[in-house]
C-alpha cells in the first residue's frame, strides 16, 4: 500500500449545475401559476415549500468523497445534520472486495464490501476526478478497478442541461404574458 495525500472529491460541477437548474425550470413557475390560476394552494406557501426543496437538493449535492491515508469516507455538509447519518469511513484494511450491480436502467454501480458481515457501502460515481479516486482505492486496496466507469458520462449530463435551458427559454415564453 502507498501512501495517499489527503484529497476530496466533491460532486462535479457539471452535475451540481444541471440538477439544480432543472429542479429550479421545473418549480419556478409553480408559484406564478398557482397566482395566476387562483389555485388552492396559496402561492406564498408554494414559493416556501420549493425554498425548502431548494434547501434539501443543496444538502444531497453538497456530498464530497475524502480519501487520506487511512481511508475513505463520505461525508455530507455541517449544516445539513440530517443527512448525518448517511455519511460512512472505511479504512483501507476494511475494504475486503467491490462488488458490482446492475441498476433497474441497465448501468452498473459498485459497492466496497467491508470485512464485517453484510455491510456495503455505494461507490461515490458523480464525482469530479472519479477515475483518479478509483486509482486510489485501487493502490491502496490491490483491488481491481480497471475497469470501473463512472455511472453517467458526462456527455448524458451536457444534453440534460440543454434541454433544462430549453425548457427556461419555453417558460419565460409562456410565462411572460402572465406577469
Do not use: H
Not at 387562483?38 to 406564498?44: D, K, N, Q
Not at 455538509?77 to 455519511?87: G, I, N, Q, V
Not at 460512512?88 to 462488488?99: S, V
Not at 458523480?126 to 453517467?152: E, H, M
Amino acid at each position: 500500500m502507498t501512501s495517499a495525500a489527503p484529497q476530496t472529491f466533491r460532486l462535479s460541477p457539471l452535475i451540481r449545475l444541471t440538477l439544480f437548474n432543472l429542479y429550479l425550470a421545473l418549480t419556478v413557475p409553480l408559484p406564478f401559476l398557482a397566482w395566476k390560476t387562483g389555485a388552492a394552494v396559496s402561492p406564498l406557501w408554494l414559493g416556501l415549500g420549493l425554498l425548502g426543496g431548494l434547501f434539501l437538493l443543496g444538502a444531497a449535492l453538497g456530498e464530497r468523497v475524502e480519501v487520506d491515508e487511512e481511508g475513505i469516507g463520505v461525508r455530507y455538509p455541517a449544516w445539513a445534520p440530517f443527512l448525518a447519518r448517511r455519511s460512512w469511513r472505511l479504512t483501507w484494511g476494511q475494504i475486503a472486495a467491490l462488488k458490482c450491480r446492475s441498476t433497474g436502467q441497465g448501468g452498473l454501480v459498485y459497492y466496497l464490501l467491508a470485512t464485517e458481515a453484510d455491510r456495503a457501502y455505494l461507490l461515490p460515481m458523480r464525482i469530479a476526478g472519479f477515475n483518479r479516486l478509483t486509482q486510489i482505492i485501487q493502490a491502496q486496496t490491490a483491488l481491481d478497478l480497471t475497469d470501473v466507469r463512472p455511472l453517467a458520462q458526462p456527455w448524458m449530463y451536457a444534453a440534460l442541461l440543454a434541454l433544462t435551458l430549453l425548457l427556461w427559454v419555453i417558460e419565460a415564453v409562456g410565462l411572460a404574458p402572465l406577469l
